[in-house]
């Protein structure tokens, strides 16, 4: 419990940290590892390259994991040393894991030789995707690289055929020489399920007969991931009327997952290419996510039909299909159409006025007028997050400098725990459109004791005068998260907490590793918090995402958590905290729909 609260404080000094390095148990030394982890502040890194020579294998495994956590020089060269001098797999395949993080110069070589390895092949691969995600510009896999992925992704491994795949799916530009068929046949070919969805993403980069021939067949498999993936795919390409026509009939596809993803495929040049207003009948659904996303769709490529139903929309009482109106009437609007929403800016409610922020931003500038600027600017004495969010990347959009002005007097008043991301706001549109006049402002924010904050201001600061201000961004944020007991983390842990909704019942077994973000839910679920929200974020075959007060995706507790990042993988089922940055979580939570290898030791996994 000592290290528990050491953790929550983020306590880089504590000498209990040194203490436990020496403790007989590995279990407690493992522990330990993963504390480091969590702090992260480089002054540990003395203890992780103590623990990395630890006699435990699983200590050194949680050490090499650490390790990605840190993205410091030092960091990569424990990496170095660890991997000129380490033979056990299991700690390997944590060092490359976590070379995916941090990379290096090194790094490219240290994959290949893992991808050789049988015990370590599916780590390595897992790494190099994540590498590919992060230092994309830094390494491009050569053909040998791509070829032996090809090869892993066929195992009957599940792990190892999903992580191959997946690092063909973040490859970013394939060697001239690759074979331009080659992933569309493994998509038809790997037996493993994840590794098919990746393959398919992969293949979706080479647009050649074969391919197009692979994602129509996908399109008509009965599993619902495959042909989410392939409706993906099919965007890529270049469009047809054929798939325009195919796209379309998957709008009344069983599975609403797959049926959402064709809506969002028709929002872009298929919907052109198809006569949209033939499936209206979606707009008459159940389904307000299937309905919305659809209605979107219509308003790109038949507005009057789309406009239609977007003002029937306005005048509903739920905030989600009042949104989806507001934003379909506001694509491809007019100015009259602007002054339109704008109204409701004056004399709407509150889940009005977000909505409307946010549709501004699908009006072509040409269409805004000052008085629609200024009707915005009336919202700003709420400090709402997402009208203060809208506000703010509409600014930066048009560089209306009256929308700018108004948010920089407002930026003195966000002085609330819940207001950091629309000081992060803020300070995104001072580095698109300040100038000096602007520096004592970030000179203050760069004092701010939160991170994100000290972040975003060190980022506008270098945008306007070219220095490197990162130095001044803290490991650590501090938090008013209240401790709990040990006894109540000892009962959080063994409760089980079940989410009954309309699709039936949600139930959570707790993960031991995550203590405080298991209280944290456990008590949210028993003083009711959670009845009555919705999942306001669902992407198909990626996450729902529940729990938002607000159920726009602003909402959260009146403190921040920590984050408890460990080594589960972010598989189906699993269930994570969604935060906007290190230790900025708190009430709202995903449910993996898939393999998301990308979320691992970013996201603490809870249950």
């Given amino acids: 419990y000592?290290?528990?609260?050491?953790?929550?404080?983020?306590d880089a000094e504590a000498p209990l940290l040194t203490e436990l390095a020496a403790h007989p148990s590995p279990d407690v030394r493992a522990r330990l590892a993963l504390t480091l982890a969590r702090i992260a502040d480089d002054r540990l890194l003395g203890l992780v390259e103590q623990l990395l020579q630890d006699g435990d294998p699983t200590v050194q495994a949680k050490a090499a994991f650490a390790l990605g956590q840190f993205d410091s020089d030092n960091s990569r060269k424990l990496l170095d040393v660890l991997f000129e001098r380490e033979e056990d797999p299991v700690v390997l395949g944590?060092?490359?894991?976590?070379?995916?993080?941090?990379?290096?110069?090194?790094?490219?070589?240290?994959?290949?030789?893992?991808?050789?390895?049988?015990?370590?092949?599916?780590?390595?691969?897992?790494?190099l995707g994540k590498w590919l995600i992060f230092k994309a510009g830094e390494m491009t896999p050569h053909l040998g690289i791509i070829q032996t992925?090809?090869?892993?992704?066929?195992?009957?491994?599940?792990?190892?055929?999903?992580?191959?795949?997946?690092?063909?799916?973040?490859?970013?530009?394939?060697?001239?020489?690759?074979?331009?068929?080659?992933?569309?046949?493994?998509?038809?070919?790997?037996?493993?399920?994840a590794a098919k969805t990746y393959l398919i993403r992969a293949a979706s980069r080479f647009d050649n007969p074969f391919t197009r021939n692979a994602l129509t067949y996908f399109a008509h498999q009965p599993l619902p991931p495959l042909r989410v993936e392939a409706l993906r795919g099919i965007n890529r390409l270049e469009p047809t009327a054929e798939w325009a026509e195919l796209v379309l009939a998957a709008l009344d596809d069983p599975s609403a997952q797959v049926a959402v993803q064709a809506a969002q495929v028709l929002q872009g040049e298929l919907g052109g290419l198809v006569d949209l207003s033939q499936a209206t009948h979606v707009l008459y659904g159940d389904s307000t996510w299937r309905k919305?996303?659809?209605?979107?769709?219509?308003?790109?490529?038949?507005?009057d039909v789309a406009d239609l139903f977007a003002r029937e929309a306005l005048l509903a009482d739920d905030p989600q299909i009042y949104r989806y109106g507001a934003l379909a009437l506001a694509t491809n609007g007019t100015t009259e159409q602007a002054s339109e929403l704008t109204a409701d800016l004056l004399t709407g409610s509150i889940h009005q006025q977000r909505a409307v922020a946010e549709a501004l931003l699908n009006f072509s500038r040409e269409v805004l007028t000052a008085e629609h600027f200024a009707r915005l600017a009336t919202t700003f004495a709420t400090k709402d997050l997402a009208i203060v969010y809208y506000a703010s990347q509409l600014a930066m959009i048009t560089e209306h400098r009256g929308t700018f002005e108004s948010l920089l007097d407002l930026y003195p008043t966000l002085t609330d725990p819940g207001d950091v991301e629309a000081k992060v706001a803020v300070l995104e549109a001072v580095g698109a459109l300040g100038d000096d006049s602007h520096l004592p402002l970030l000179e203050e924010a760069l004092s701010d004791t939160v991170k994100q904050v000290v972040a975003a201001a060190a980022a506008?600061?270098?945008?306007?005068?070219?220095?490197?201000?990162?130095?001044?961004?803290?490991?650590?944020?501090?938090?008013?998260?209240?401790?709990?007991?040990?006894?109540?983390?000892?009962?959080?842990?063994?409760?089980?907490v079940t989410f009954e909704t309309t699709r039936g019942p949600i139930q959570m077994r707790l993960l031991e590793l995550a203590p405080l973000t298991a209280h944290t839910i456990v008590e949210l679920a028993r003083s009711d918090f959670y009845h009555g929200k919705t999942f306001h974020r669902v992407v198909p075959?990626?996450?729902?995402?529940?729990?938002?007060?607000?159920?726009?995706?602003?909402?959260?507790?009146?403190?921040?958590?920590?984050?408890?990042?460990?080594?589960t993988n972010h598989?189906?089922?699993?269930?994570?905290?969604?935060?906007?940055?290190?230790?900025?979580?708190?009430?709202?939570?995903?449910?993996?729909?898939?393999?998301?290898?990308?979320?691992?030791?970013?996201?603490?996994?809870?249950a």
């Fill in 460 to 496: 506008a600061h270098q945008k306007i005068t070219g220095q490197d201000m990162s130095h001044r961004v803290p490991v650590n944020s501090p938090t008013e998260a209240p401790l709990p007991s040990l006894a109540e983390l000892n009962a959080a842990l063994v409760a089980t």
């Fill in 2 to 10: 000592s290290l528990i609260a050491v953790e929550h404080a983020r």
């Fill in 571 to 606: 598989t189906e089922g699993i269930v994570g905290i969604a935060t906007a940055g290190k230790d900025t979580g708190s009430c709202q939570f995903f449910v993996n729909h898939g393999s998301n290898l990308h979320l691992d030791g970013r996201y603490t996994t809870f």
């Fill in 149 to 193: 992925l090809l090869q892993l992704s066929q195992s009957s491994r599940q792990d190892l055929a999903s992580a191959a795949a997946f690092a063909l799916s973040r490859v970013g530009e394939f060697p001239q020489e690759t074979d331009g068929f080659a992933a569309a046949r493994a998509a038809q070919t790997a037996s493993v399920p």
């Fill in 292 to 303: 919305g996303e659809f209605l979107l769709a219509l308003a790109k490529h038949n507005k």
């Fill in 541 to 567: 075959h990626f996450v729902a995402q529940g729990g938002d007060p607000r159920g726009d995706g602003f909402g959260g507790l009146d403190y921040s958590i920590r984050d408890e990042v460990e080594t």
């Fill in 94 to 127: 944590q060092a490359y894991k976590s070379l995916g993080f941090v990379g290096g110069n090194n790094a490219i070589g240290y994959f290949e030789r893992g991808l050789q390895q049988p015990a370590t092949a599916a780590a390595a691969a897992q790494g």
